[in-house]
């Protein structure tokens, strides 16, 4: 029975390439897969999905105002049967694609793997990553590390000398240098002004087998 899961982290932490070692899996079995990314992340340029350490595929972007369920129908009445559908940036989706893609799940049994963001760089929730956390299936947290050594769970945005940009759109596209995922405890410090982040520490993933699928 096909589920909806909703694979979330900081940033870093390394969904996409999760994303496409999963696409991979499924068509090293013959199987075929629909990627979905959003159509304002063009850093890979537009409808590619493509990872920090140099993987990449073929996906079909869309727009907010698009109906997923819409076009994963399309996309089976064109190329035939769906064994799989995955979501990159799952966390620019809208609250009705949220639910559009748990359609795709309940109304024509395909299982859906989304991947994004839990919360922005003031702590809070995105829109789509609030409805997938109330809706999926299956939560699964993809683990990183804060400098701090300690889990990252928080996103800052900082200003070239490390500090913390407490205001600005939610969404901005490129610059991953200004993100820097980091604890709770260290997201309080930073964002209080009594602590900065030195922008060349990198952040990695942690070896924890089973964690990220």
Known sequence: MAKLYFYYSAMNAGKTTTLLQSA??????????????PQLDTRAGDGVVASRIGLRANARSFTREDDLLALVQADIEKRGKLDCVLVDEAQFLTKAQAWQISDVVDVLDIPVLAYGLRTDFRGELFEGSQHLLAWADNLVEIKTICH??????????????????????????????????????????IMSGEGRVELQQAILPLDMPGENG
């Open 24 to 37: 991979y899996n499924y068509h090293e079995r013959g199987m075929r897969t629909l990627i979905l990314t």
């Open 148 to 189: 701090t050594g300690r889990k990252a769970t928080m996103v800052v945005r900082v200003d070239e000398h490390g500090r913390a940009v407490t205001d600005g759109p939610q969404v901005e596209i490129g610059g991953n240098d200004r993100y820097v995922s980091v604890s709770r405890a260290e997201f309080k410090k």
